[in-house]
């Protein structure tokens, strides 16, 4: 749940800074104290449901802006995927997979800059 909260004050401080107010600004505007907008901002305060409907008002956003996509927790499960599968593991199998991923993700990514012609 952490980085679900960390996921949604990144967004509201991405949209802030984009609209160019300032955390206190938008504190008053949702009708709540600055200091705990602040926490909110770095994933360290919980809003309720009516501070984000009421943030999502003050920026001009549907309330679903302000959330993580499913293909943003499904990245989060897919994570803890590979982390419980190296469970058991010894420190030099799990560094060989490692690097064996590794290796694969920058092909993927090398691939996708890459054009290719058909």
Do not use: H
């Amino acid at each position: 749940m952490d980085r679900l909260y960390a996921d949604i004050g990144a967004r509201m401080r991405s949209i802030r800074k984009t609209l160019k107010l300032t955390q206190s600004e938008v504190a008053v505007a949702v009708g709540i104290d600055p200091s705990f907008y602040g926490q909110i901002e770095r994933g360290n305060g919980i809003p309720s449901l009516r501070t984000l409907l009421a943030a999502a008002r003050v920026f001009g956003v549907e309330p679903a802006d302000l959330l993580p996509s499913r293909r943003d927790l499904a990245g989060d499960a897919q994570q803890k995927a590979l982390g419980r599968a190296l469970t058991g593991l010894r420190p030099t199998q799990k560094r060989l997979l490692l690097d064996i991923v590794s290796d694969m993700a920058d092909r993927f990514k090398t691939r996708r800059g890459r054009r290719t012609i058909k």
